[in-house]
């Protein structure tokens, strides 16, 4: 089970966490992500993060501003979110890799767990 916390209300330019923590098999040794859905639109990629040798991927949206790391003693993938604008309003998701491919960890393609989202609110 993948469970995300750490959403919240914050003002412009402020910061959240985000965590996710994996309960028995769930997290992966694969790559884990993090997914965003703002309400009527579509789900988009935010971040991921291949667990060999620790590579990370940002959405353009996103590079510079957000950081996905892993605590892998915990089980526990996290998105640290600093400059936060009102378009980074959403429900966010963290996911469960089953494949390193990019263009898989982007699409959505390359997850085979979802976990429950938290919703992050960014007010002006």
């Known amino acids: 089970q993948l469970q995300a916390s750490g959403g919240g209300l914050v003002q412009v330019g402020g910061s959240l966490r985000l965590s996710c923590a994996a309960s028995?098999?769930?997290?992966?040794?694969?790559?884990m992500g993090w997914f965003r859905q703002a309400p009527g639109k579509e789900r988009d990629f935010v971040a991921a993060?291949?667990?060999?040798?620790?590579?990370?991927y940002y959405a353009d949206s996103v590079k510079g501003r957000f950081t996905i790391s892993v605590d892998n003693a915990k089980n526990t993938v996290y998105l640290q979110m600093n400059s936060l604008k009102p378009e980074d309003t959403a429900v966010y998701y963290c996911?469960?890799?089953?494949?390193?491919?990019?263009?898989?960890?982007?699409?959505?393609?390359?997850?085979?767990?979802w976990g429950q989202g938290t919703l992050v609110t960014v007010s002006s």
């Open positions: 993060i291949r667990l060999r040798p620790g590579s990370t």
């Open positions: 028995g098999r769930t997290f992966s040794n694969v790559a």
């Open positions: 996911a469960r890799g089953a494949r390193s491919i990019l263009s898989q960890l982007r699409s959505g393609s390359g997850y085979d767990y």
